[in-house]
């Protein structure tokens, strides 16, 4: 076998380049990954013998549905329901749906390529999978959102199941929409099958702190990188974008660590709030009302609204993009490390650009790439799918420390992954090669399939 590993990673990349066209999302998914395999390929010979590289980009399944539903009006409306089973080597498929009008096959691919090596990060018996449909929540009712949801689920549950295909939310997705997928799933099996979806209330299966956890998650993982640097969140201005689920609760942990979060955002522009978030006012305008973010500076005399605009032109030490795919380009970057910004913590998916991410790596910003730093979303997921499997419920304390351990955990693994191949400090790489090498070990032990 040649050792020409960088050849390999070459052939593969062109391989799914030409059998998945039109998919840049997945591409430059792919492409990071690959990016950081070449290490991994020279020292183990076998992955290239038995294509496992190839075989692990290559989803095991890729459902793509109809899903017809009626506004309250009567008016009828088509959408495209979609779910990619990644892959299983470490447990059943795991992953969120997103809602979103921009929501494609291609998207849902890098989110389920993503999510496989992510949840093998948490060490938690979980594969890797997404889903999804191009439905825009925006301004619908409540009872079209049922109506939609309960349409989907009609279609998707033959695919679920606490062994199979596990869901939960996503951008679009939160509890309110888990509720309606899980009694539409209960009603037409015919079975309370709590496993079957993550992020349920938490009177009625639900884990506590599984809401907050990818926001917490995303600042611990944050602390563990200050930490390496001798530092702390004490005392830092952090810049969030988002206004989501992920941003709302990762502003809240900063927040409780000493540091002052200054920023959220939304497709509408960005609030910036020098005093520190209000985070009541934000959960009141995002969680509650479902309003524009320009709500928050309207009801906050020391906030002002942008509309439009960088969330990353403001100064801050700490950046955590928190809101979608491709959100901070290498304009954004530049423009953050002149702030003086020293960490950049991925809350999103692929928040940042390649271009993005080389500007940190040269400028020696620390940078925490998604699939490690948001992993506390689904890691509690797991702990959520335990829980409903023995039948138990565990305390808001217990849970969030098993949270924290695991964040910590997977920071350590990742830093010293880095350092054992020869990139110090890189978690990129670390995160990878740690994800494949556990996805890839389990492959093997599999045999061809
Ligand atoms: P939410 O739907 O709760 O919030 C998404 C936020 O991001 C909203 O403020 C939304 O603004 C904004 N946003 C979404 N798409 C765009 C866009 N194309 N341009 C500008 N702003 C946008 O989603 P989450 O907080 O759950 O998810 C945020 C990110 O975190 C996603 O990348 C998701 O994949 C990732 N993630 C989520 C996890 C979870 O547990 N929920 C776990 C791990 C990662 P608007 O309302 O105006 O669209
Ligand atoms: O991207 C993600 O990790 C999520 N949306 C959470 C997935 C989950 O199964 O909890």
Known sequence: MGTDVNAITERIYEDVLRRNPAQPEFHQAVREVLDSLAVVLARHSEFAELKTVERICEPERQIIFRVPWQDDRGEVHINRGFRVEFNSALGPYKGGLRFHPSVNLGIVKFLGFEQTFKNALTGMPIGGGKGGADFDPKDRSDTEVMRFCQSFMTELYRHLGEYTDVAAGDIGVGGREIGFLFGQYKRITNRYESGVLTGKGVGWGGALVRTEATGYGAAFFASEMLKVRGDSLDGKTVAVSGAGNVAIYAIEKVEQLGGKAVTASDSSGYVVDERGIDLEVLKQVKEVERA???????????????????????????????????????????????????????????????????????????????????????????????????????????????????????HASCHATAEEYGAPGNLVLGANVAGFLRVAEAVHAHGLI
Not at 292 to 319: E, K
Not at 338 to 356: D, L
Not at 366 to 375: D, E, L, S
């Open 292 to 410: 524009r973010i320009s709500a928050y500076a309207d009801r906050v005399p020391t906030a002002r609204f942008v509309a439009g605009g960088s969330v990353w032109d403001v100064p801050c030490q700490v950046a955590i993009p928190s809101a979608s795919q491709n959100e901070l380009d290498s304009h954004a970057a530049v423009t953050l490390v002149r702030n003086g910004c020293q960490v950049v913590v991925e809350g999103a998916n692929m928040p940042c650009t390649p271009e993005a991410v080389k500007v940190f790596q040269e400028a020696g910003v620390a940078f925490g790439p998604g699939k490690a730093a948001n992993a506390g979303g689904v890691a509690t997921s797991a702990l959520e799918m335990q829980q409903n499997a023995s039948r138990d419920r565990w305390t808001f304390e217990h849970t969030e420390a098993r949270l924290e351990e695991i964040m910590r955990e997977i």
